[in-house]
Nanobody, 121 residues
Framework: VQLQASGGGLVEAGGSLRLSCAAS????????MGWFRQAPGKEREFVAA????????TYADSVKGRFTISRDDSQNTDYLHMTSLKPEDTAVYYC???????????????WGQGTLVTVSS
């Protein structure tokens, strides 16, 4: 089972990026998928999650209204569309997949390798 995160890069403040997380090895259509991030010197924090079939979504307060999570179960992929980026959004972003509760509390079993997002001021 592998989750492959991609789409990170360098962007100016106010810009946008879309991260992708492609899963292989099993289908996650019945699982929640989500994103976490870890900034330099800080602990990993929850960013967003989408339940199976994207019925429910939830976001960290710090990204609410700016980030949107979506998923395409036909492609076994989920996305994090980030807009109005701020320098404080700079972090390595990790995708994860598992039950809804484990996404929320960070104990998900399946993790991607991370993709770096750098927002310049």
């Amino acid at each position: 089972v592998q989750l492959q995160a991609s789409g990170g890069g360098l962007v100016e403040a106010g810009g946008s990026l879309r991260l992708s997380c492609a899963a292989s090895g099993r289908t996650f259509s019945r699982d929640a998928m989500g994103w976490f991030r870890q900034a330099p010197g800080k602990e990993r924090e929850f960013v967003a999650a989408a339940s199976d079939r994207g019925i429910a979504t939830t976001y960290a307060d710090s990204v609410k209204g700016r980030f949107t999570i979506s998923r395409d179960d036909s492609q076994n992929t989920d996305y994090l569309h980030m807009t109005s980026l701020k320098p404080e959004d700079t972090a390595v972003y990790y995708c994860a997949a598992d039950s809804w509760s484990s996404l929320i509390d960070g104990t998900a079993r399946y993790w991607g390798q991370g993709t770096l997002v750098t927002v310049s001021s």
